[in-house]
């Protein structure tokens, strides 16, 4: 089973991310304060399930004006929040685990969502038992014990580790066993074979010959076996990316604005952006291959963060380029080769208009690539 940790480079793991924010943008546009004082009854039915099943439940016999009244006193009361909430608490008569999902979901950089893997991480990992607090309580306790431990490197907001206890949730529930297709065992010895030599593999470093041999094999394979490969792939945790490059055909390939990427909304490079950057081409549209990393030339004295990531993915690297000033190796190599360019510059001042060019902003939330020219 996959470590909490190693969600956060799954792409299954952005994909329930993207979710949770989109039901998050729904239930607080749903919200705002001219919408909730005309909702109908079944609108905040429609909202409270929306929520949370369990909330719904809760909720369905009060009236919908008291509703209305007390999410109204939460949302733009004034005063303290714990005043609103004790407010709002007695206008519905319930607790304020009752109320947690609607609180996760209006404010999910604050409050954490009481799901089953949240509940069983906080009992065995930080020592926490909910059921000894109030939600208000427990969830400030679970915000201390995250802040001081490595997982927040990794989900450095609430709606970030559910998604991430979501993905460890699905991972867990895919079958474990299944009968392979392959027809005897000189198949299966193959296929073993084909697995042990895809794990060598770094999504950094891939070279055309080392992806051709294993697309070559996949392609000639009969589409339950092929079924049953990828579904070994996942099992064996195979990059996304790494994964589709044996199953499909690349589009072009993409020139990486490194130190762009790595900067663009800090005040200091952080590489891991680099590695959620390759969690995305795992699911983008287009398949790129190959791909170029180009830094500027002092990149490596100023990455202090991840250096063991930092060096075993980009140093003594023939796919990445050190080169000042960058820009103009990033335009060049894109329109000498015709490949498309991620980067969050526009370059106006070369005048890019023949090169096609993506940005990347997952500190906007972004995780997504979106074209800018």
């Not at 546009?29 to 001219?34: I, K, T």
């Not at 939460?74 to 303290?80: D, E, S, W």
């Not at 690297?317 to 000498?336: Q, R």
């Amino acid at each position: 089973m996959k470590k909490l940790k190693d969600i956060a480079y799954d792409a299954e793991y952005l994909k329930k991310l993207n979710d949770l924010k989109a039901r998050s943008k729904f239930i607080r546009n749903s919200c705002s304060r001219e919408k909730l004082k005309n909702i109908s009854k079944k609108g905040m039915r429609s909202l409270l399930k929306k929520c949370d099943e369990g909330l719904f439940e809760s909720l369905k016999l009060k009236d919908t004006l008291s509703i209305v009244i007390a999410f109204d006193e939460i949302l733009y009361g004034t005063g303290k929040f714990k005043s609103r909430l004790k407010e709002a608490l007695k206008i519905l008569d319930c607790d304020d685990w009752t109320l947690s999902p609607f609180l996760f979901y209006t404010a999910p950089r604050f409050f954490y969502l009481p799901s089953e893997g949240l509940l069983k991480y906080a009992r065995r990992r930080l020592e926490i038992n909910p059921s000894d607090y109030p939600y208000l309580q427990f969830n400030t306790l679970v915000s201390q014990k995250i802040k001081q431990s490595d997982i927040s490197d990794y989900f450095k907001e609430p709606i970030e580790l559910e998604a991430a206890f979501e993905t460890l949730a699905y991972d867990s529930s895919s079958p474990g066993t299944k009968t392979t297709p392959f027809s005897d065992s000189q198949d299966i010895k193959i296929q073993a074979e084909i697995i042990e030599e895809v794990q060598k593999l770094n999504i950094y470093r891939l070279k055309e010959l080392e992806i051709k041999w294993i697309r070559d094999f996949y392609s000639s394979l009969e589409p339950p076996q092929k079924d049953s490969l990828i579904d070994t792939f996942r099992a064996h945790s195979i990059h996304p990316y790494l994964r589709r490059l044996i199953t499909q055909k690349p589009k072009t390939g993409v020139v990486i604005d490194g130190s762009n990427i790595m900067f663009s909304g800090l005040i200091e490079p952080d590489p891991l952006r680099l590695k959620e950057l390759m969690n995305v081409l795992g699911i983008n549209d287009l398949l790129y291959f190959p791909l170029i990393f180009v830094f500027d030339a002092n990149a490596d004295f100023i990455v202090k963060k991840r250096r063991d990531y930092w060096e075993k993915a980009f140093l003594r690297n023939p796919s990445v380029i050190f080169h000042s000033p960058a820009d103009e190796l990033v335009l060049k190599l894109a329109y000498e080769r015709k490949y498309h360019i991620i980067s969050n510059d526009k370059y106006r001042e070369y005048n890019a208009e023949d090169v096609k060019i993506f940005q990347f902003r997952p500190d906007r939330g972004e995780f997504y690539l979106r074209k800018i020219n």
